[in-house]
Structure formats: structure tokens, C-alpha cells
């Protein structure tokens, strides 16, 4: 037998009662060809696909640790980026779930994703103040855009100039140039925070959200492009023409070479709140918009016909009324003007719909046939599907789907194991659930009234709900429907406790009552049969409201935590008082007795946690167990080990008889309301302000305490690594641009990498040095020094093995890492590069690291003498080995060309997007004809 104790870990096994985080946004994906199915949400960490027709979850995009706060799809439709709440980025393949590519940038929650019209580029916004711009196909930061004063809200890029737009909370919209990486323009229009924006008539006009019930409408001019042809003369009025002479004024200012920005009127939503959600589809016809009511109001952007024919149309009307007028002999002056175009005319009200809850997010596809399919996020966990048809003369809306089986509307209060450790249940303020533990499907969903506490009723087919209007509630499980309602309390029922022997139940109320009720079958009123219900037998009167109540196993007491601080102990024969246990400085919320009798565990309101010893109430310690209140505390059957939640997202396993802190459960993103420990100890249930049912399985991994406090030391220092300052590159001011990248533990992993790889390579070359001297000494070959690494590698050279390792790092933290990196690497890492150059190794990746170390060491590899040949050597290779490369991707280019139009003569189709254009333009002729056919016939 071993001398010190041995503790097994337990570890998360799944997520469930989340259907969709309300801290993130929702999002169409393609899956299958198929569009407008499939939605992709953030369920706390984790991403979760349903199937909107199905309403089944069909695919989770597993995260690491940080709550989801943005999504964005590919425009490929194949890949979807997720933004986490710690500043990182990952990037999924949909069909396969898996995620190669992770960019660290930012230091605060990413609020806002978007990709670029080939999805090449994906530019990033954050609490952080900062946008980044990253490169998707290499896998790499390309720069980071400062001058936000405030969390970024949105940003996007122009389809047609390379331009980037964003909005921020600091009530402004800047324009950013791409090529040069600065702020051309700054939009400044609003009072209050810019929340969202949208780009409509092929990027001509800009909407933009504020906090108020105004959508602003700004005209876009482009400074460097000429009038289309066929575009008709803007009429000139006075205003307009003083506003040109004004811009001709300054010409001198360098953003009005670019393009002009004019407000040209607002349109008034129905809700006064702020703006949530302001989105348009693809062709920039429907624009929703949202705010934090349940309305979704949905506009049309009209075309010029469209436009030409409603002014058309009222001019028309004017005429009548001004005819009508004139033959009464009334004036017709005011009427006799042209009717003028307002904004009104451009973009309509098309319809709103009503959701069944407050809208958090949405995301809708326009079809073809003038069909919107809308999908609404609610803020109480649930989604919505809307059909909407755009073209008849009344848009109808209809709501076609609605996933909320999987999970509460509201937070679960109470949760309870079966005596078999197969079901689960949770209770909220208007439903209790049934799960299987091991499928995690709900298999029952019963309304009921809000629930604070519940227990399985031995033989596991009946339940027990205390309510806080102070009723209890049974339920049969095989039928699904409630059994009775009993008026137990006058106020709020905290607890209830089943008996040792299993025969009754014990009830703790805020009507400072403790009630004793026993199970009996009373016939059925409706039918003949027998059922279960509750008969009172006796009351305990208190001074104080009972806040939890829990028996002794062997039936001898039984505990009562009271609204005084103090917890007492009755005998349950006679109801003689025996105990106090007074310590806690604020109320106890929970507790628990040892499977002995010989403990009892208290968690309070004050943090702390209290062992006393049942036999004289004395108290053993006092532990300082959470960062806030203590809700739940459970004991692991048969040990004196026991479970801690807390207010403050943790779980936390204590030994009893040791008074040791043995291992932490993180993974809730919000307040731990209670837990529920399965019978044979092995499984756990948690339930969360952030909806989420937790499911923890014990593993057969032993703990040992002193690793386990190692690690979390560990973990404290890779967080101290990640909040440091920015780095500082030598000879560059801080601007409005910067690196793309941030310090993690994993870049300074990486540098530490290539050091440990030159200093081998130095070893190793002085070694072949010493062995080249002595050969030459003995006069004949003697037998070569061999490295232990390098023969693991398969015996390759010094050089190539400091390849290799710069090759595994990862592109996104390539820079970084080379930042971390001490100069007195560097002329080593010249010497070797010039080599790889030469034979043509890796051309692209060492040209990157070149370029970024001559950056950053500029000033010290220009004043070093030593350096100048390797330089003059470097700079003849890669331009030569440049030009080869691009001759080399010039011919593919030019061979790729000339076999697709080898293709396009052959089939007489264009290839890949044309193809599909002339599909659907064949088909609709193939449409037109039928009818005719039919008219004729």
C-alpha cells in the first residue's frame, strides 16, 4: 500500500443544454452544396452546426478553452473563422472539423470578422481598439491597423479597390488604404456609438447603425474613377455645386484624391434602442436590420427602373390632383412643381417580423427566385428560421423552424442524478428536463413553474420539483405529464431531502418551516389506478428562513442551514435541537453529510467552505475555496471527498480528511449555479449562467498534488507572458501600422527552438572542423563524430536540421519568433540562409525571414564589417533565385491559361464560375419557352 493518497482526475466529456451563446453571432454555412440548411453558432467554447429542417446539432468545431465571440464563413463556403474572447483566431474546415490555422493578434475579445472576395485576406476588429489584417493562404499577420479610440464594431473590405472600411464605438468610420496602410478618412457624422454598417449599391452608398432609431445614408464619391457610361448628370443644386467648389478648394488634402463621403438623408427604424445586427445580402437589394427589441425589420434597395418607375408614378398622381384642382379653380402652383426624389423612394419597408424572444444576431440568403431565408439568434437560447417572400405585392413571412428541444430558455437551478447514473435532470423557471447521460439527448421536456431544487423519487419513474412560489410538484416520467401540485410553503422552497429510509422527503422554506412529508398511493381521481403523492406529517418551526436542509445517512439527524449564518442540527426521532455551528460570516447556501455521518461540509455566501465533525459540531478547518459565493457543495458517495461550485465559473474536488485542495474543473463561462454528483461517483452534472450542462466523467488517471500546483504555476506565467507589452522593433516609431502578431508562450517556444537548433549547428560545424584537422594530421579518414539528433532525423547536416526547424513553426508566429530571437543568432542565420538560397531550399520561406531580420536588425547588420560579403552574396542569390521563381510561376500561369482555353473550345462552355452564370441563364430561357408554349397551346 502506497504511503500518500491517491486521488483519480476527473475531465470533461460534453457540453449540452446550449443551442446557441448569445455572446456571438449566427451564420449561414454550406454544407453538402446544400444553402440556407445549415447554421453554424458559438456554444460557450465550442462551435455547434445544426440542421434548421432537422433540428438536429450534425457537426461541433471543438475549441480549446476561450468563449466564442465572432463567426464568419469563407466565401468558399469550406471554411469558417471563429474569433475567441481571448484575441485568437481559428480557422475550421467545415467538412472535416478540423483547424490547422491559428493566428494570436489581438489581446481582447475579436468582435468582428470578415473575408475579402476571394477569401485570401481576413481583416479582424477587437475590444483591443486594433483592426488586423491577416493572410489566409500563407498562413500569416500582414499588419495591424491603429486609430480606433474604442472596441471596433465592424469592418470590411471593397470588392473593388483595395480599401478597407471599419466602425467603432468611438462614434467613428474610417477609411483605411491598403496599399499604403493608413487612415485616409475619417467619417464623423454621429453622436453616439457606430454599431454596424453596410455597403449597398455596388459599394456606391454606405448605412450605418448608431445608438438611436436613425439609419444614416451616405452617398460614396470615387475621386479616380470616370463617370460610367450611360450614368445620368446628378442634378445640380446650389448646395451641391458650393460643396464641388469647396472640394476643389482643397486639393491639397490627401484623402480627397481618393473619394468623398456626403450624407444624403436617414431612414427611421420602428425601435428606439441601438442597432445590433445591419446586414445586406449579396447583391445589395435587402438590407435587415435589429435591435435589442424582438422585431427584425427588413428593407428593399430599390433599382433605378424600380426608382424611375415610382417617381414616374407619383408625377402621374400629381398631374390628376393638379387637373382635378384646376377645373375646381383652386391654385395649382405648388402642385404644378416635378416631384423630387427622396431617399424614401430609393429604399422601402419591405416587412418586420416578430420573433418569439429578443433577437441577438441574424443571418439570411436571398434566392434567386426573390425568396429570403432569415435565421434568428434569440437571447434565450434558441433559434428561429423565417421564409420570406420578397416579391409579391405584400411580403409574407412565415416561421418554418424552431430549435429549442436541446435546451433551457432560461438558466437551470437544480439538477439531480437517477439511482442508476443513466438520467439527468434540470429544472429552469418554466421547464424541467430529462437526459440521457450517455447519448446527451433530452428525452423528456415538462413545464412547470420556476424551480429551485428536485430530487428522483426511489425506483426513478417519478420526480420532485420544489417551486419559489413555495409549491411542490410530481411528475410521472413514462407519461410526461404532472401528477399533482402540492401547496407545501408559503414562500420559496430552497431544499428538499429525501429521508434515509426512502420513504418521505424533508422540505426547507423561506416561510422559516422545515416540513416532513411521506410518500403514499392515493387512487386517481380520472381513473382507476393508483398513483404517488405526498402526505405532511409533521412541521419544525424556525426563527429564521431555512435556506437548505439535508439528513443524516443513518437517519439519526438532520441539518438546517438558516438565513442567521448558522447551521443547526436536529434529532429526527423528536425534532430536539442538538447542534449549532456558528462561524460563517454570511449566510450558508449548501451543504452536504459524509456517507459516515461523521462530517459535515458547509459552503456559504462568505467564500469559504467549513468541515465540522457531526459528533460535537467542532470545526476541523476553514478553507478559502472560491473567488465568490459558494452554491453547491456535494459529496463523492463512500469518501470523505467532496465538490465544490462557485459564482466564480469553478469547480472545485477537497479532501476532507486532509484539508487539500486536490484538483480545479474549469470550463463554465459563467456563474456555477449547482451540481449533481452520480450515484457511483464516476459522473457530474454542472449548470451554468451561461446555459450550459456540464458533463465530467473520473478518469483512471491518478492526481499527484505537487504536479498538479506545478502546472497551475505553469499556466499563471504563459497568462503573465501573454498580457506583456507590445515589442518594440529597433528604429521604428509607433504608427498608425504595426506587426500583425503578439508574444505567446508558443513563439517564445519556437525561438527557443531555433536557438537550441544554431547552437547545435555551431557545435557541430566546430566538431567537423576538429575531425577534418585530425584526419589530415593522421593521413588517413577517421571514423565521423555523430549527433544523437541529427541521427534521428536521418543523419542530415548541421544546416539542414536548422532548416527543418524553422520550417515546423508555425507561419503565423514566424515573425514573433524571430523577434524573440538575440542578434547573436543572426549572422549565423545570414550565413545559413545565403547557403539554402544557393541550393535553391525553401526559396519563399527564407526570402520572409531575410526581409523580416534585415528589418529588424538594420542598424547592426549594416555597421557590422563581418556581415557585408554574406549581404553582397545574399543580395546577388535571391534576386537571381527571385527572377527563376517568378519565371517559373509566370510559365504555370501562362500553361494553366492555354488549357483552359484548350478546355473552353472543346466543350464550348467557359470554365468554373461562367459555367454556372450560362447554366442559370439557359435554364430560365428553357423557363420562358415552356410558357410560351403553353400560352400557345
Not at 267 to 290: M, P, Y
Not at 373 to 385: C, G, H, M, R, S
Not at 757 to 776: D, F, G, Q, S, V
Request: overall charge neutral; aromatic content about 8%.
Amino acid at each position: 500500500m502506497g504511503l500518500t493518497k491517491q486521488y483519480l482526475r476527473y475531465k470533461a466529456s460534453a457540453v449540452f443544454g446550449v443551442i446557441a451563446s448569445h455572446k456571438a453571432n449566427i451564420t449561414l454555412v454550406q454544407l453538402r452544396g446544400e444553402r440556407g440548411r445549415y447554421v453554424a453558432v458559438a456554444a460557450c467554447e465550442h462551435v455547434f452546426i445544426w440542421d434548421i429542417r432537422k433540428g438536429e446539432k450534425i457537426w461541433i468545431l471543438k475549441g480549446m478553452k476561450h468563449e466564442v465571440t465572432y463567426l464568419c464563413c469563407a466565401p468558399d463556403g469550406l471554411h469558417l473563422a471563429v474569433g475567441y474572447e481571448d484575441g485568437s483566431i481559428r480557422i475550421f474546415n467545415v467538412m472535416t472539423g478540423e483547424s490547422h490555422v491559428t493566428f494570436n493578434g489581438h489581446k481582447a475579445a475579436v468582435t468582428t470578422l470578415s473575408y475579402d472576395g476571394l477569401g485570401a485576406r481576413l481583416v479582424s476588429g477587437s475590444k483591443d481598439t486594433e483592426i488586423i489584417v491577416w493572410d489566409v493562404i500563407n498562413e500569416s499577420g500582414l499588419y495591424r491597423l491603429k486609430g480606433h479610440k474604442d472596441a471596433v464594431t465592424h469592418a470590411t473590405f471593397l470588392k473593388g479597390r483595395n480599401f478597407l472600411v471599419s466602425s467603432s464605438k468611438d462614434t467613428l468610420v474610417k477609411w483605411w488604404d491598403l496599399e499604403t496602410q493608413h487612415c485616409f478618412k475619417t467619417m464623423v457624422g454621429h453622436r453616439s456609438e457606430v454599431w454596424n454598417f453596410v455597403l449597398l449599391s455596388n459599394e456606391m452608398r454606405m448605412m450605418t447603425g448608431s445608438s438611436d432609431s436613425e439609419l444614416r445614408v451616405w452617398d460614396i464619391q470615387y475621386l479616380d474613377e470616370a463617370k460610367e457610361p450611360g450614368e445620368t448628370d446628378v442634378k445640380k443644386t446650389k448646395r451641391s455645386s458650393e460643396y464641388t467648389e469647396f472640394m476643389e478648394e482643397l486639393n491639397d488634402e490627401p484623402e480627397e484624391h481618393l473619394l468623398t463621403c456626403e450624407k444624403v438623408g436617414s431612414i427611421f427604424r420602428e425601435g428606439r434602442d441601438r442597432v445590433v445586427s445591419l446586414a445586406s445580402d449579396l447583391s445589395q437589394r435587402i438590407v435587415v436590420c435589429h435591435g435589442t427589441s424582438d422585431v427584425l425589420e427588413v428593407f428593399k434597395v430599390l433599382s433605378d427602373e424600380e426608382v424611375k418607375k415610382k417617381i414616374e408614378k407619383k408625377q402621374r398622381k400629381t398631374k390628376k390632383k393638379a387637373k382635378k384642382r384646376a377645373e375646381s379653380g383652386e391654385d395649382v402652383t405648388e402642385l404644378e412643381s416635378t416631384v423630387e426624389q427622396t431617399l424614401k423612394d430609393e429604399i422601402e419597408v419591405l416587412t418586420k417580423i416578430k420573433a418569439s424572444a429578443k433577437i441577438r444576431s441574424v443571418s439570411f440568403l436571398s434566392l434567386p427566385n426573390g425568396e429570403v431565408k432569415i435565421v434568428a439568434l434569440l437571447q434565450n437560447n434558441t433559434v428561429e428560421a423565417f421564409n420570406l417572400n420578397s416579391t409579391g405585392i405584400t411580403p409574407e413571412y412565415t416561421n418554418f423552424a424552431r430549435i429549442t428541444i436541446a435546451g433551457h430558455r432560461t438558466d437551470t437551478r437544480t439538477l439531480a442524478f437517477s439511482s442508476d447514473n443513466i438520467a439527468v435532470l434540470s429544472a429552469s423557471a418554466e421547464t424541467v428536463k430529462i437526459w440521457n447521460r450517455s447519448s446527451l439527448q433530452c428525452i423528456r421536456t415538462m413545464a412547470c413553474q420556476y424551480s429551485l431544487c428536485s430530487l428522483f423519487v426511489p425506483g426513478d419513474r417519478q420526480i420532485i420539483l420544489g417551486t419559489k412560489s413555495g409549491k411542490l410538484q410530481l411528475f410521472d416520467l413514462a407519461s410526461g405529464h404532472m401528477l399533482e401540485t402540492l401547496d407545501g410553503h408559503d414562500g420559496a422552497v430552497w431544499s428538499i431531502s429525501l429521508a434515509p429510509d426512502q420513504r418521505g422527503i424533508v422540505s426547507g422554506s423561506a416561510d422559516k418551516t422545515v416540513k416532513f412529508w411521506e410518500f403514499e398511493l392515493v387512487k386517481d381521481e380520472n381513473s382507476s389506478q393508483t398513483r404517488l403523492s405526498l402526505n405532511h406529517t409533521r412541521t419544525l418551526q424556525l426563527d429564521e428562513d431555512v435556506l437548505a436542509v439535508c439528513h443524516s445517512p443513518n437517519g439519526r439527524l438532520l441539518a438546517v442551514s438558516l438565513l442567521d449564518c448558522t447551521v443547526k442540527v436536529f434529532y429526527t426521532d423528536t425534532l430536539k435541537f442538538f447542534l449549532s455551528l456558528y462561524g460563517h460570516k454570511l449566510p450558508v447556501l449548501c451543504m452536504d453529510i459524509s456517507h459516515d455521518s461523521s462530517l459535515i461540509a458547509t459552503g456559504s455566501a462568505d467564500r469559504n467552505v467549513k468541515i465540522w465533525g457531526l459528533e460535537f459540531g467542532d470545526c476541523h478547518r476553514s478553507l478559502f475555496a472560491h473567488e465568490d459565493s459558494v452554491m453547491s457543495l456535494k459529496f463523492v458517495a463512500k469518501t470523505h471527498l467532496f465538490f465544490t461550485a462557485g459564482k466564480d465559473k469553478k469547480i472545485k474536488q477537497w479532501d476532507a480528511d486532509k484539508f487539500v485542495h486536490i484538483q480545479t474543473l474549469e470550463g463554465h463561462h459563467g456563474e456555477v449555479w449547482c451540481l449533481a454528483i452520480s450515484p457511483n461517483g464516476d459522473h457530474i452534472v454542472s449548470s451554468s449562467h451561461d446555459k450550459s450542462l456540464r458533463l465530467w466523467d473520473r478518469t483512471r488517471e491518478p492526481i499527484i498534488l505537487e504536479e498538479e500546483r506545478e502546472m497551475q504555476r505553469e499556466a499563471e506565467f504563459e497568462e503573465s507572458m501573454a498580457k506583456e507589452s507590445e515589442p518594440v522593433v529597433p528604429g521604428e516609431r509607433a504608427g498608425e501600422a504595426g506587426l500583425a502578431g503578439k508574444k505567446t508562450i508558443e513563439t517564445v517556444k519556437a525561438a527557443e527552438r531555433i536557438m537550441e537548433a544554431i547552437e547545435l549547428y555551431r557545435e557541430e560545424t566546430n566538431k567537423l572542423e576538429e575531425h577534418r584537422r585530425a584526419c589530415a594530421a593522421a593521413g588517413k579518414e577517421l571514423p565521423a563524430p555523430t549527433n544523437p539528433i541529427l541521427a534521428a532525423h536521418g543523419n542530415i547536416s548541421p544546416s539542414r536540421y536548422v532548416l527543418d526547424v524553422i520550417r515546423k513553426v508555425k507561419s503565423s508566429e514566424l515573425e514573433e519568433s524571430l523577434l524573440v530571437l538575440p542578434f547573436s543568432y543572426s549572422p549565423d542565420l545570414l550565413t545559413l540562409f545565403n547557403e539554402y538560397i544557393q541550393l535553391s531550399l525553401e526559396v519563399e520561406l527564407i526570402c520572409r525571414c531575410l526581409f523580416f531580420l534585415l528589418r529588424i536588425h538594420f542598424g547592426q547588420i549594416t555597421s557590422n564589417q563581418m556581415l557585408l560579403t554574406v549581404i553582397d552574396s545574399l543580395r546577388k542569390n535571391t534576386i537571381g533565385k527571385i527572377n527563376e521563381m517568378k519565371d517559373v510561376i509566370g510559365f504555370n500561369m501562362a500553361g494553366l491559361q492555354f488549357l483552359q482555353r484548350e478546355m473552353e473550345a472543346k466543350e464550348d462552355v467557359t470554365f468554373f464560375a461562367d459555367a454556372t452564370e450560362r447554366f442559370v441563364e439557359k435554364k430560365r430561357k428553357r423557363k420562358i419557352k415552356e410558357r410560351a408554349v403553353l400560352a400557345i397551346a
